[in-house]
């Protein structure tokens, strides 16, 4: 087991030209992070599962998300980049979905179900560049809080979130809950 200052540091020290998606993804199945290390970043909440920020730089960014039971994330992209989830506490669901169709102008869209997976502590991640879009739930049925490790490289301000009912997408901003282990000046809202 690593502590996240060790995990980070090792991140740090992949050159930019070998920050790829397998390079990443074999990184984190083979540098397990120490819970116990990641306490500073662990902020839970009743109403919505947390974003906190621990490293972030030009390559890349580190956030700790927190879930309560059954807490989900909307459906959402990540704006083409790249995301590496790992989870050392607790377990969660992955829902990939395909864009059916979609209207820039009037931001109707429609989208499918397509695979699922779950995340735990030997099983990391990845977003897969060809199929972006997905939720990530801590399903009531797993029954305990959970926190992931989410790499994003490149670091970006604002997603686009989609909804099945109303077969619309929009652009939200992001914001953290805590940063570096303090809270953050405000979080209006987000994903």
Request: hydrophobic share 35%; aromatic share 10%; charged share 25%.
């Amino acid at each position: 087991m690593h502590t996240i200052e060790e995990f980070v540091e090792g991140l740090r020290g992949i050159p930019e030209a070998e920050f790829t998606i397998p390079r990443v993804a074999r990184y984190l199945r083979e540098t397990p992070v120490d819970p116990a290390s990641l306490t500073p970043y662990l902020h839970y909440t009743p109403t919505h599962y947390t974003r906190n920020l621990i490293y972030k730089g030009d390559l890349f960014e580190i956030l700790t998300l927190c879930w309560e039971v059954g807490q989900v994330s909307r459906i959402h992209n990540h704006q083409d980049q790249n995301c590496w989830m790992a989870v050392p506490i607790g377990r969660l669901m992955v829902q990939n979905y395909e864009l059916l169709w979609a209207d820039a102008k009037t931001g109707a869209c429609e989208l499918r179900e397509a695979d699922r997976y779950v995340m735990d502590p030997e099983r990391p991640g990845v977003v897969e560049p060809e199929r972006p879009i997905h939720s990530v739930l801590n399903l009531p049925e797993y029954g305990r809080r959970a926190a992931s490790l989410h790499i994003y490289s490149r670091p970006y301000s604002s997603c686009l979130v989609y909804s099945l009912e109303k077969k619309t997408c929009g652009e939200v901003p992001l914001f953290y809950d805590t940063e570096y282990g303090r809270p953050a000046a405000s979080r209006p809202g987000g994903r």
